[in-house]
């Protein structure tokens, strides 16, 4: 199970049911895995983990600051649900200081997002980011 989560302290570029679209075109491109479900999901991941049966939450580690939080989040889902482990998988050197920051940076500035994002991510975070471009021209007053 892929699962979607929004985070309260973020404001997402892209609402769920937009992220759930963009992961399920971007599996397809890799043979799109029979054995894959995506979700869309609410309130504690752990909770959610369990409801579904999951025995584990695999979660991605780019730098030592995710590190540092991932940790806090898998020792807080142990003293939920000790039945769920956490595993971590690290990212390859050329993504680890990839954030969805700096990719919306690049597109609203027109840059290559080839090595960054799956083509079924950078067509949709472009257009996105064209009309966030339009919107701060226009309240500068540039148009």
Same mark, same amino acid.
């Given at each position: 199970?892929?699962?979607?989560?929004?985070?309260?302290?973020?404001? /997402?570029?892209?609402? +769920?049911?937009?992220?759930?679209?963009?992961?399920?075109?971007?599996?397809? +491109?890799?043979?799109?895995?029979?054995?894959?479900?995506?979700?869309?999901?609410?309130?504690?991941?752990?909770?959610?983990?369990?409801?579904?049966?999951? *025995?584990?939450?695999?979660?991605?580690?780019?730098?030592?600051?995710?590190?540092?939080?991932?940790?806090?989040? @898998?020792?807080?889902?142990?003293?939920?649900?000790?039945?769920?482990?956490? @595993?971590?998988?690290? *990212?390859? $050197?050329?993504?680890?200081?990839?954030?969805?920051?700096? /990719?919306?940076?690049? @597109?609203?500035? #027109? #840059?290559?997002?080839?090595?960054?994002?799956? $083509?079924?991510?950078? #067509?949709?975070?472009?257009?996105?980011?064209?009309?966030?471009?339009?919107?701060?021209?226009?309240?500068?007053?540039?148009?």
């Amino acid at each position: 199970v892929v699962l979607i989560m929004g985070n309260p302290r973020k404001t /997402c570029l892209f609402n +769920s049911e937009e992220r759930k679209q963009m992961v399920i075109d971007s599996l397809k +491109s890799i043979g799109n895995p029979e054995n894959v479900t995506v979700m869309i999901g609410s309130g504690l991941t752990v909770e959610f983990a369990r409801k579904i049966g999951a *025995a584990v939450i695999i979660r991605g580690i780019r730098a030592v600051s995710d590190y540092e939080y991932e940790l806090g989040q @898998a020792t807080a889902n142990m003293m939920l649900a000790h039945e769920i482990e956490t @595993a971590f998988l690290i *990212a390859k $050197p050329q993504y680890s200081f990839l954030s969805s920051s700096v /990719c919306k940076e690049i @597109a609203l500035n #027109g #840059g290559d997002l080839l090595n960054l994002v799956p $083509p079924q991510v950078e #067509g949709p975070l472009k257009e996105k980011m064209a009309k966030v471009a339009e919107n701060l021209k226009a309240a500068q007053g540039q148009i």
